[in-house]
């Protein structure tokens, strides 16, 4: 991704941020997922042009798979500015979306989310210690064996204010760039992670405060290395 792609997509998902739907509305299958070919829609247009003659669930449903799809490509591109981060640039090769320090065992898949609904009204004691709800996405939302046995770097947004918020928070693109350069300066293979089985997994935290103020937090930095 250029400078000038990221600069017209991440603006195309601020605007559609407003708009995308907070929750899936049609069920996400690979039936419904193979009508449009995702990579080649680089533009909210071009998207738009292509669900045009589509049913209105079916419009909500894509809106969001590609909001989403495009927001990870993002937080890629804004990674992989660091000097210490390397961006697999390989779209065959589904192991991992980044490498910190050149160490192939500090490869992480991106996954952007939120806290899910069980876990949201615990969230001062997720902020401690975010150990059950990475569980809980592993068994829950990451299927099969290799995504299982994978590394992943989780970037958790939640808005104090209301959850609809939580879309926008994706798109802090500026807070996000500075939030991972200090996360990229920090990491070690001596870091305390997360561990799942053989997968190791770290937690980012965009938060929006009640005041609306957005801070980070890393939950790494809370343990004795």
């Known amino acids: 991704m250029t400078l000038q792609e990221f600069n017209e997509l991440s603006k195309d998902l601020q605007t559609l941020s407003e708009i995308v739907p907070l929750n899936w509305g049609t069920f996400q299958n690979n039936e419904a997922d193979v009508k449009i070919n995702m990579?080649?829609?680089?533009?909210?247009?071009?998207?738009?042009?292509?669900?045009?003659?589509?049913?209105?669930?079916?419009?909500?449903?894509?809106?969001?798979?590609?909001?989403?799809?495009?927001?990870?490509?993002?937080?890629?591109?804004?990674?992989?500015?660091?000097?210490?981060?390397?961006?697999?640039?390989?779209?065959?090769?589904?192991?991992?979306?980044?490498?910190?320090?050149?160490?192939?065992?500090?490869?992480?898949?991106?996954?952007?989310?939120?806290?899910?609904?069980?876990?949201?009204?615990?969230?001062?004691?997720?902020?401690?210690?975010?150990?059950?709800?990475?569980?809980?996405?592993?068994?829950?939302?990451?299927?099969?064996?290799?995504?299982?046995?994978?590394?992943?770097?989780?970037?958790?947004?939640?808005?104090?204010?209301?959850?609809?918020?939580?879309?926008?928070?994706?798109?802090?693109w500026d807070f996000k760039a500075e939030v991972y350069k200090k996360y990229a300066e920090k990491i070690t293979t001596d870091s305390n992670f997360i561990r799942y089985n053989k997968a190791i997994a770290d937690v980012i935290f965009i938060i929006e405060n009640e005041d609306k103020s957005i801070t980070s937090h890393f939950y790494r930095n809370l343990k004795t290395h």
């Open 39 to 172: 990579p080649e829609l680089n533009s909210f247009k071009r998207l738009e042009g292509e669900i045009v003659n589509f049913e209105e669930s079916d419009k909500n449903y894509f809106r969001r798979r590609w909001f989403l799809w495009e927001c990870s490509r993002c937080d890629e591109h804004i990674f992989a500015k660091n000097d210490n981060v390397t961006q697999n640039l390989n779209s065959r090769d589904q192991t991992h979306n980044i490498e910190f320090n050149n160490n192939p065992n500090l490869r992480f898949d991106l996954k952007g989310t939120v806290i899910p609904n069980s876990f949201r009204n615990k969230i001062n004691e997720v902020l401690l210690d975010p150990t059950k709800m990475i569980h809980f996405f592993y068994d829950e939302q990451i299927k099969g064996k290799i995504n299982q046995s994978q590394n992943h770097l989780f970037i958790i947004h939640y808005s104090h204010i209301a959850q609809e918020r939580e879309m926008q928070l994706r798109c802090k």
